[in-house]
Nanobody, 123 residues
Framework: QAQLVEPGGGLVQPGGSLRLSCTAS????????MGWYRQAPGKQRELVAD???????NYAGSVEGRFTISRDIAKKTVYLQMDTLKLEDTAVYYC?????????????????WGQGTLVTVSS
């Protein structure tokens, strides 16, 4: 009924920059919060940043000041601009969104995850 597609990711040197994007598609009535999570090898998935429907943002302490989350409501897309990347930012990054989806009887809210994209920071 709905999916999140995340192109991007890749290999970048320490101190470099990368931008991730995530686009929602499907029978979407509206989008609530959107966010990015990451999971490094051997670690639990953690919140990186999220943004509300009103534009309020929230960041993990480890990325504050280096990463910027933004969204384009018309394009149903959320972005994560990552600057001054560090070795410890290496992880699989997952997009997440709270979507209100159209159904035959009205609508329902669904929490949807993207497939994940690998970001490797290495010299």
């Amino acid at each position: 009924q709905a999916q999140l597609v995340e192109p991007g990711g890749g290999l970048v040197q320490p101190g470099g920059s990368l931008r991730l994007s995530c686009t929602a598609s499907g029978s979407i009535v509206s989008i609530n919060r959107m966010g990015w999570y990451r999971q490094a090898p051997g670690k639990q998935r953690e919140l990186v940043a999220d943004i509300s429907s009103g534009g309020s943002t929230n960041y993990a302490g480890s990325v504050e000041g280096r990463f910027t989350i933004s969204r384009d409501i018309a394009k149903k897309t959320v972005y994560l601009q990552m600057d001054t990347l560090k070795l410890e930012d290496t992880a699989v990054y997952y997009c997440n969104a709270g979507l209100r989806l159209r159904t035959v009887w009205g609508s329902k809210i669904l929490d949807v995850w993207g497939q994940g994209t690998l970001v490797t920071v290495s010299s």
